[in-house]
C-alpha cells in the first residue's frame, strides 16, 4: 500500500506557465482533497471532491482548476501560475468525508513561481 | 469563519520533560478535532481524532483532550523523546462547513535535545 502519491515533488515555473499536479491514491477512498501549505497561513482547502465525478470549490480555489479522473486520482491544475501561487501542496484522501474518518496526506509538492 | 490558533509557535524541551501543545478554535460547534503530525518536508500524519461527545482520546504516550464549550483542546506528550520532534497541527471539522473541511492552526513546532 502506497497510501496518497503526489508528483511530481518539486517544480519550478516562471510566471504565466501552466502545469498539472498529480495526486493519486490506492486505500478505494472516496473523498479526495487539495491543500496548500504557506508559511505562517496552516493549510487551506483549495478544492475537494467527495466523491467520483463531482468537485467543489474550496477555501481558496482562484487560479485553480481540478479534475477527478477516476476513482484513484485528483490532479490540479495551474493555468497560468503566478508568483502568489509559490506553496507546499498537499494531496489527501479519506473514505466518505464523514465527521467520523481521518484524512490521509500524501507528502507533498513543492511549487516556485518566479 | 472557523479560526484555529496554536499556542506556543515553537518550544524546545530536553529529552524526557512532559509537556503540553494548546489548541483554541472560535466556534464550539464542530463535528470533531484532530491532532497531526509533520515531519520536515513530509505530510501529514494523524495522531489522534477526538469527535465532539468526546472528552480525550489516548495513544500511547499522547493523550489529547477536548473543552468543546470553551474552544479548547490540548495535547500531551509524555516522557519526550528526540524522535517526537516536528511540527504539530490541530484542526477541526466545523458542523457549519461541508463534510471534510478541515480548519487547521499554524502549528507548534516542536524540538526534543538529547
Known amino acids: 500500500n502506497a497510501g496518497v502519491t503526489q508528483t511530481p515533488k518539486f517544480q519550478v515555473l516562471k510566471t504565466g506557465q501552466s502545469m498539472t499536479l498529480q495526486c493519486a491514491q490506492d486505500m478505494n477512498h472516496n473523498s479526495m482533497y487539495w491543500y496548500r501549505q504557506d508559511p505562517g497561513m496552516g493549510l487551506r482547502l483549495i478544492y475537494y471532491s467527495a466523491s467520483e465525478g463531482t468537485t467543489d470549490k474550496g477555501e481558496v480555489p482562484n487560479g485553480y482548476n481540478v479534475s477527478r479522473l477516476n476513482k484513484r486520482e485528483f490532479s490540479l491544475r495551474l493555468e497560468s501560475a503566478a508568483p502568489s501561487q509559490t506553496s507546499v501542496y498537499f494531496c489527501a484522501s479519506s473514505e466518505g468525508g464523514g465527521q467520523w474518518e481521518t484524512q490521509y496526506f500524501g507528502p507533498g509538492t513543492r511549487l516556485l513561481v518566479l | 469563519k472557523q479560526e484555529v490558533t496554536q499556542i506556543p509557535a515553537a518550544l524546545s524541551v530536553p529529552e524526557g520533560e512532559n509537556l503540553v501543545l494548546n489548541c483554541s478554535f472560535t466556534d464550539s460547534a464542530i463535528y470533531n478535532l484532530q491532532w497531526f503530525r509533520q515531519d520536515p518536508g513530509k505530510g501529514l500524519t494523524s495522531l489522534l481524532l477526538i469527535q465532539s461527545s468526546q472528552r480525550e482520546q489516548t495513544s500511547g504516550r499522547l493523550n489529547a483532550s477536548l473543552d468543546k464549550s470553551s474552544g479548547r483542546s490540548t495535547l500531551y506528550i509524555a516522557a519526550s523523546q528526540p524522535g517526537d520532534s516536528a511540527t504539530y497541527l490541530c484542526?477541526?471539522?466545523?458542523?457549519?462547513?461541508?463534510?471534510?473541511?478541515?480548519?487547521f492552526g499554524r502549528g507548534t513546532q516542536l524540538t526534543v535535545w538529547p
Open positions: 484542526a477541526v471539522l466545523s458542523r457549519g462547513s461541508t463534510l471534510g473541511r478541515l480548519y
